[in-house]
């Protein structure tokens, strides 16, 4: 094997899956998760996420690759001797036991002693805010009750890897805010190395020490929140994180006396692109920015671009502005709440130049200014 097998942490080396028909559902992956991190698998359904997430926990077989986890090959090692804990979107609660059975069973499973098992019991309820509870039934909780036991009982055994398949989905958004609270803050106490999937980025973006976005089956980027927000890799990455999206458009570079200038439809933005090499610029080109970058700015500035307000999103907090204009792509900015701007009003906006991205058109990557 290429990679030196470490202690500690995950590796997860060249894993393939296949299913019959040819599905290709996971390809190549590459990953070293370091211990006690908290790691988000994001992406849009069936990105492979989940299938990943499954073959860890030894759910899924692995077509080809390795998974090492504390330093040892696990790929034909049964999930329940690989000091694992899951926990599910639809919590697999016992309905007839009591929420301190529940949490005790996985002990149960493993002959601890009792006067271990309700210690244990004891603590993690506490810590969840379930010691009230502990005689009440799953069917007599909230939804947020009912994921706290989930979680409860997956810590109580105190394992190596914690595993959570988008545990929140079922909540309403203020609960899902709290529980993403409880989760992070608990993680950080016990230290424990945790996997969390999702198809929300705002999860992913608020709860990850690390993101990895994925999309049909391949590692799109692995890195910090902020990382993949302010240097996304490719087009898909660039478009998928991020609330609203990205602005991305077709554009070319061309010059006018000895200053290159970006395309955004008929307008000309000045830009340098001293540290691209120029063969990369003669192939098709993309270019984005985030909504944030864009200012407004008054008609007589250098570089303005005269708009017109299409449609208003107010949050309370801020303003998403969708504007349109003659010969110039639809663009969307973010304002701040006192914005006085209507419907159809005109207004002129400068992009930050130092904040545009420009990507290949074909294959996707981006191209570092």
Known sequence: MENEVRAGGLQ????????????HAVINMDMEI?????????G????????????????EGISS?????????????????RDIAMVFQNYALYPNMKVKNNIAFPLKMRHTKKQETAARVAEVAKKLELDTLLERKPGALSGGQRQRVALARSLVRRPKLFLMD??????????????????????????VTT??????????????????VMNCGVLQQFGT????????????????????????????????HAQQFLTLGEAHIPIDISGLPGEQLQEPLKAGIRPEHIELTSKNEPGAIRMEINLLENTGREVAVFLVA???????????????????????????????????????HALRL
């Not at 370091?34 to 994001?42: L, M, R, W």
């Not at 929140?168 to 230290?191: C, P």
């Not at 996997?195 to 990895?212: C, K, L, N, P, S």
Request: aromatic share 8%.
């Open 12 to 23: 997860i080396h060249k894993v393939n899956k296949w299913y019959p028909g040819n599905v």
């Open 166 to 191: 988008e545990p929140l989905a079922n909540l309403d958004a203020k609960l899902r805010t709290e529980m993403r609270r409880e989760i992070i803050t608990l993680q950080r106490e016990l230290g």
């Open 326 to 364: 003659s010969g110039i792509p639809n663009l969307t900015i973010m304002t701040n709440a006192d914005f006085s701007g209507q419907i159809g009003h005109e207004i002129y906006i400068r992009l930050k130049q130092e904040k545009i991205h420009i990507f290949n058109g074909e294959k996707g």
């Open 65 to 81: 690759g390795e998974i090492i986890m504390d330093g040892r090959v696990v790929n034909k090692v049964p999930p329940k001797n």
């Open 34 to 42: 370091e211990q006690g991190e908290f790691i988000v698998f994001v």
């Open 225 to 256: 929140p902020q990382e993949i927000y302010q240097n996304p890799a490719n087009l898909f990455v660039a478009g998928f994180i991020g609330s609203p999206n990205m602005n991305i458009w077709d554009t070319r570079i061309v010059s006018y």
């Open 195 to 212: 996997i969390y999937v999702t198809h929300d980025q705002i999860e992913a973006m608020t709860m990850g020490t690390r993101i990895a």
């Open 44 to 59: 849009p359904s069936g990105c492979g996420k989940t299938t990943l997430l499954r073959m860890i926990a030894g759910l």
